[in-house]
Each structure stands twice: as structure tokens, then as C-alpha cells.
């Protein structure tokens, strides 16, 4: 049996890491460069999860299969991300708030899509890499879609692609509660990357491709059982509406997945120097920009339930006599204060919100003035 390291090597021809460089390099980054003079205030975050995936699966796989070799698929595939987290960094996207879970959820994607791509070269030679391609192109174009049109494609489909598991991974770990709510996602990426390795030790025989396509069947039923959190939506119209009666709150019991979130944000709240700045009322319009920020970008399930959890905070950190009057003016004159501590929203598992600070102050006006009126709850 020949070890994946003494397969003979497909052509390394100069189009096949062109292709590599255009798909895995110059295509996420185009896109990012795209999205910087975007009306929104954070879209590098928000989106960094589709970009980083894409970027990865380009890389990594059709390396992968371009070299014949695993190591050099998984060493570019972590080149790239890395410099394209770099590069979204110079344009602005927020410091990482889990760059543990970041790191994590990369080297997995990245290990299981060069994976895939030293099996295309074991099983096709030097035809594996163009096989790369057409499977690079095409869960691209359904991560795209997904990406730009929620709700366009199934759910069940979506649970079927790898590209899939690495978005929800990675953009859990950018704007989310690390790599705990993301587990299956990261689980499936990882034994599907081990069982395409063993299929390819194990050509040529074709009886193995059986045991890949069941492992992956499982571990995508496996997603579908225990989804990861959604991603914020990129919606940039409701990002820079600066009106309407949108205040989200409810109070039945999360699930288990955003349960953990929202312990989470409990957790880092305790250590955020917002929460315990030393004006009253400024320490409330921080805690308000808690549940603001999340509303602005739609991010269900999480932002429905943190409402309860700033008014608990509130509760904790203003003085019972002053609290409803302390609400009542920053509803009545959202204008006044600062906003700055939306910035560092992600040192507590939350996107930031940079740019037009009307549509977050309208936001934290419309929470004040909910949360001024006890045991106000219910959505809107």
C-alpha cells in the first residue's frame, strides 16, 4: 500500500496554482476590499466566516491535489487564512475575541479540505485538481448564496457541505461564543478529514468510497441534530435604518446552545470596564448597547434573549430608586452620552458596530425605554 507521501505527484502545472491564488487568495480578499466603504458598521465580521471558508477550501483542497501532498494543502490552507485574518484586520474588522477558537476552527477546515484534496490527486492524478476546482466552485456558489440570500437554500442541503461546517465554525469564532456552540460543525469537518485520509490509503480499492459517503452522511446528520448558532445577518437596510419599533425581547428559556452564549457574555461582562464605569447613566447606555448592537444585526437567537440578561445587569448596577429615571432619559434623548464602548463589544462574544452611530442610539433608546417598565417582556 502506498503511504499518501509516495503517491506520484499530479503535474504542477503554472494554471493549477494560478488557481490556487485566485480562488484561495484573490477572491476573499476582492471580497473584503469590497465590503470596506459598505454602509454597515462591522461587515468584515459578519461576513468573515463565508470568506475565511471559501479561502481555505481554495487553498487547501486544490493545492492539496495539485501537489499530490497533504502537509503542502494544510500548510497554505493556514498561510492563507491567517493572512487573510491579517488583512481583514488592517480593514477594520475588531480584534478577535476567541482567537483560540479562531485558530481551531481554521486548522480543522483546513485539515479536512486538503484532505479532500490529496484524494482527488490519489484517485485521479493529474486530473485531481481540476476535480478540486469544479468542487471548490460549487460549494462556494452555495455558500455565496446562502451568504447573500438567507432562506434561499434549504437547510437540509446546507448541512450536506463542508464549506458550510467552516463558515458556522469560523463565524461563531469571530462574532460568537467560540468553538462550545459550533462542536458538531468542527466534529464533522474533522472525521470527515480522517475518513477521506483512509479512503485514500485504502485505494485503489472502491469499497472504502462507501465508508466515506456513509461517514459523511452521519456527521451531516449529525449537524442537522445539533446546528450551530446562525450567523448575524448582513443585512446592511436594517443596519442603517435609524427608525422603527424594533426591540426583540422574550423570555422563554433558550436552548442549549444559546444558553451557553448567553453565559458567556454573563461571564466576560464581569470583566468589561463598561459595566462599571463610574456615571450611572453612562454605565447604562453601555450595558443597553449590549442588547443594541445584536438587534442591529439580526442576530437570532442570541438577541432576543440578551435583553433579559442587560436587564438583569441593570438591575445589579443601578441603584433601585434612580434606575427607571436613569432609563426614562436616555429613551427620552438617545443623542447625549457616548457610544464608544460599542467598539469593544467583542471582548464579550458580540460583534462591534463602528460607522453612523444613529441607528445604534435609536436601538438603545427604544431597550431604555422598554426596560424602564418593570418586568417588561414579550416580543414586538
Same mark, same amino acid.
Given at each position: 500500500?502506498?503511504?499518501?507521501?509516495?503517491?506520484?505527484?499530479?503535474?504542477?502545472?503554472?494554471?493549477?496554482?494560478?488557481?490556487?491564488?485566485?480562488?484561495?487568495?484573490?477572491?476573499?480578499?476582492?471580497?473584503?476590499?469590497?465590503?470596506?466603504?459598505?454602509?454597515?458598521?462591522?461587515?468584515?465580521? /459578519?461576513?468573515?466566516?463565508?470568506?475565511?471558508?471559501?479561502?481555505?477550501?481554495?487553498?487547501?483542497?486544490?493545492?492539496?491535489?495539485?501537489?499530490?501532498?497533504?502537509?503542502?494543502?494544510?500548510?497554505?490552507?493556514?498561510?492563507?487564512?491567517?493572512?487573510?485574518?491579517?488583512?481583514?484586520?488592517? @480593514?477594520?474588522?475588531?480584534? /478577535?475575541?476567541?482567537?483560540?477558537?479562531?485558530?481551531?476552527?481554521?486548522?480543522?477546515?483546513?485539515?479536512?479540505?486538503?484532505?479532500?484534496?490529496?484524494?482527488?490527486?490519489?484517485?485521479?492524478?493529474?486530473?485531481?485538481?481540476?476535480?478540486?476546482?469544479?468542487?471548490?466552485?460549487?460549494?462556494?456558489?452555495? /455558500?455565496? &448564496?446562502?451568504?447573500?440570500?438567507?432562506?434561499?437554500?434549504?437547510?437540509?442541503?446546507?448541512?450536506? @457541505?463542508?464549506?458550510?461546517?467552516?463558515?458556522?465554525?469560523?463565524?461563531?469564532?469571530?462574532?460568537? &461564543?467560540?468553538?462550545?456552540? #459550533?462542536?458538531?460543525?468542527?466534529?464533522?469537518?474533522?472525521?470527515?478529514?480522517?475518513?477521506?485520509?483512509?479512503?485514500?490509503?485504502?485505494?485503489?480499492?472502491?469499497?472504502?468510497?462507501?465508508?466515506?459517503?456513509?461517514?459523511?452522511?452521519?456527521?451531516?446528520?449529525?449537524?442537522?441534530?445539533?446546528?450551530?448558532?446562525?450567523?448575524?445577518?448582513?443585512?446592511?437596510?436594517?443596519?442603517?435604518?435609524?427608525?422603527?419599533?424594533?426591540?426583540?425581547?422574550?423570555?422563554?428559556?433558550?436552548?442549549?446552545?444559546?444558553?451557553?452564549?448567553?453565559?458567556?457574555?454573563?461571564?466576560?461582562?464581569?470583566?468589561?470596564?463598561?459595566?462599571?464605569?463610574?456615571?450611572? &447613566?453612562?454605565?447604562?447606555?453601555?450595558?443597553?448597547?449590549?442588547?443594541?448592537?445584536?438587534?442591529?444585526?439580526? &442576530?437570532?437567537?442570541?438577541?432576543?434573549?440578551?435583553?433579559?440578561?442587560?436587564?438583569?445587569?441593570?438591575?445589579?448596577?443601578?441603584?433601585?430608586?434612580?434606575?427607571?429615571?436613569?432609563?426614562?432619559?436616555?429613551?427620552?434623548?438617545?443623542?447625549?452620552?457616548?457610544?464608544?464602548?460599542?467598539?469593544?463589544?467583542?471582548?464579550?462574544?458580540?460583534?462591534?458596530?463602528?460607522?453612523?452611530?444613529?441607528?445604534?442610539?435609536?436601538?438603545?433608546? /427604544?431597550?431604555?425605554?422598554?426596560? #424602564?417598565?418593570?418586568?417588561?417582556?414579550?416580543?414586538?
Amino acid at each position: 500500500m502506498r503511504s499518501l507521501s509516495s503517491a506520484q505527484p499530479p503535474a504542477r502545472s503554472f494554471l493549477a496554482w494560478l488557481v490556487v491564488v485566485l480562488a484561495g487568495l484573490a477572491a476573499p480578499a476582492l471580497a473584503m476590499l469590497m465590503l470596506v466603504d459598505a454602509p454597515a458598521p462591522a461587515p468584515l465580521a /459578519l461576513v468573515g466566516g463565508p470568506i475565511l471558508a471559501v479561502g481555505l477550501m481554495g487553498v487547501g483542497m486544490i493545492s492539496a491535489a495539485a501537489a499530490g501532498r497533504l502537509w503542502v494543502g494544510l500548510l497554505l490552507a493556514l498561510l492563507s487564512g491567517a493572512g487573510l485574518i491579517l488583512l481583514a484586520r488592517e @480593514l477594520g474588522m475588531p480584534a /478577535l475575541p476567541h482567537p483560540f477558537s479562531t485558530g481551531m476552527a481554521v486548522i480543522i477546515a483546513g485539515f479536512s479540505f486538503a484532505s479532500r484534496g490529496a484524494l482527488f490527486a490519489r484517485s485521479a492524478a493529474a486530473r485531481g485538481w481540476w476535480i478540486a476546482i469544479f468542487v471548490v466552485a460549487g460549494e462556494a456558489a452555495m /455558500l455565496w &448564496t446562502a451568504s447573500a440570500l438567507p432562506g434561499a437554500l434549504p437547510d437540509w442541503l446546507l448541512v450536506l @457541505l463542508p464549506a458550510q461546517w467552516a463558515s458556522v465554525a469560523i463565524q461563531t469564532a469571530l462574532t460568537g &461564543t467560540g468553538t462550545r456552540a #459550533a462542536s458538531s460543525a468542527l466534529f464533522a469537518l474533522a472525521g470527515t478529514g480522517a475518513v477521506t485520509l483512509l479512503v485514500a490509503r485504502l485505494l485503489p480499492r472502491r469499497w472504502p468510497y462507501l465508508l466515506m459517503f456513509t461517514a459523511w452522511l452521519a456527521l451531516s446528520a449529525l449537524v442537522w441534530v445539533r446546528p450551530g448558532p446562525p450567523a448575524p445577518r448582513a443585512d446592511l437596510a436594517v443596519a442603517a435604518a435609524p427608525a422603527g419599533r424594533i426591540a426583540p425581547m422574550v423570555m422563554t428559556p433558550p436552548d442549549a446552545a444559546t444558553a451557553s452564549a448567553l453565559a458567556r457574555v454573563q461571564r466576560q461582562i464581569e470583566k468589561w470596564p463598561a459595566a462599571a464605569e463610574g456615571d450611572l &447613566t453612562q454605565r447604562a447606555r453601555n450595558l443597553l448597547l449590549i442588547a443594541a448592537v445584536p438587534d442591529l444585526y439580526d &442576530t437570532e437567537p442570541l438577541q432576543s434573549h440578551l435583553p433579559a440578561l442587560v436587564a438583569a445587569e441593570l438591575d445589579a448596577r443601578l441603584p433601585a430608586d434612580r434606575r427607571a429615571a436613569i432609563l426614562a432619559a436616555i429613551a427620552a434623548d438617545p443623542s447625549a452620552g457616548s457610544v464608544a464602548a460599542r467598539e469593544t463589544l467583542p471582548a464579550l462574544g458580540l460583534p462591534a458596530n463602528l460607522g453612523d452611530e444613529a441607528p445604534v442610539r435609536n436601538r438603545m433608546a /427604544l431597550y431604555a425605554a422598554r426596560l #424602564a417598565v418593570p418586568h417588561e417582556a414579550g416580543p414586538t
